[in-house]
């Protein structure tokens, strides 16, 4: 089981959006989902290949530090 990366920001981040469903197979490096922090989006991509299993967010959902927010099963 593989993880997506999991935000880090002190300050408050949004979902924004959320480029995958569960049961898609993703390559390494794809933009799964789009985080607001700050007023910046940044894209958060894949460190591997596999189906999702689970996504535990939803678009315009508060994430917090260390929150695990795409399950990816290799």
């Known amino acids: 089981r593989s993880t997506l990366d999991r935000s880090s920001a002190a300050s408050d981040v949004y979902m924004r959006l ?5 049961g898609d197979v993703v390559e390494a490096g ?7 922090a700050m007023k910046m ?3 958060l991509r894949t ?8 996504i535990r967010v939803r678009e315009e959902e508060t994430v ?3 929150d ?3 399950l990816i099963q290799e």
């Not at 959320?18 to 569960?22: E, F, G, I, L, T």
């Open 18 to 22: 959320v480029h995958a469903a569960v």
């Open 30 to 36: 794809k933009s799964v989902v789009v985080i607001e």
């Open 41 to 43: 989006e940044n894209e």
């Open 47 to 54: 460190h591997s290949g596999g189906t999702i299993k689970e």
């Open 64 to 66: 917090n530090k260390n």
């Open 68 to 70: 695990i927010l795409v």
